[in-house]
């Protein structure tokens, strides 16, 4: 069965630091969500992207955060630099389509810790 | 702002019991509402959608628009439902997705 990648699955970087994140999503899945999940919270929607265009990146700290899926297939997602409040999980997901109808399948998630 | 509340952070019940799981929603518009699940050790995946008017593993949904709820039940909980429940919603276009900060069942045996 076909599953959303994530790599690294964990992150530990001190702060002012680069990091990255990958995500493979499904393939022929055209839309990618970003999520961040802080310790006891729900995912935050970090960047949706449809194809390789952003859908929506509104509560996505622009001033550090930036994500790319330059051909519509994987997707990164960087912070630079990096600091404390940055430590959470970060989930990505892939739908068949940005409609509410077509499920969205998650990833193992990348635990990043910022020292 | 858009917002979903899960009023209860932890919930236990005994197996056989009841469940109830609440969430409550603000959003301007008609938003759509589901229901994700964690088990241990597994991905957040789907439990039910509010468009599909499904029943899923026992679990039923429904929408009150007054009220602006979508609480989860099941009337007869068992050991393997307790995870991690998460509601959620998004815009009609399937944008602006919510969830709610999460309820962790726990079924007593």
């Known amino acids: 069965e076909a599953e959303v990648a994530q790599s690294p699955r964990y992150k530990i970087t001190e702060k002012s630091q680069a990091v990255a994140f990958w995500c493979d999503p499904i393939?022929?899945?055209?839309?990618l969500y970003w999520y961040r999940q802080i310790l006891g919270q729900g995912p935050e929607l970090l960047v949706q992207?449809?194809?390789?265009?952003?859908?929506?990146d509104s509560q996505l700290p622009k001033d550090r955060f930036s994500a790319e899926r330059l051909k519509g297939v994987d997707s990164t997602l960087k912070i630079q630099p990096a600091e404390l409040g940055d430590s959470a999980m970060y989930l990505c997901?892939?739908?068949?389509?940005?409609?509410?109808?077509?499920?969205?399948?998650f990833g193992p998630g990348t635990r990043l810790t910022v020292t | 702002a858009q917002r979903v509340t899960q009023p209860e952070k932890l919930l236990s019940v005994f197996k056989g019991a009841p469940v109830e799981l609440k969430c409550n929603y603000s959003?301007?518009?008609?938003?759509?509402l589901f229901w994700y699940v964690q088990y241990s050790r597994q991905r957040l995946q789907l439990l039910l959608r509010h468009i599909s008017r499904e029943s899923i593993k026992g679990f039923t949904a429904d929408l009150n628009k007054g009220e602006t709820s979508f609480h989860l039940k099941k009337p007869f909980a068992q050991e393997e439902d307790s995870a991690m429940y998460y509601c959620a919603l998004s815009g009609r276009l399937g944008n602006q997705f919510y969830f709610g900060t999460g309820t962790s069942l726990t079924v007593i045996p």
């Open positions: 393939s022929g899945h055209a839309t």
């Open positions: 997901a892939s739908s068949f389509a940005g409609q509410p109808n077509y499920e969205q399948y």
């Open positions: 959003y301007s518009g008609s938003p759509e």
């Open positions: 992207f449809q194809d390789e265009s952003v859908v929506d």
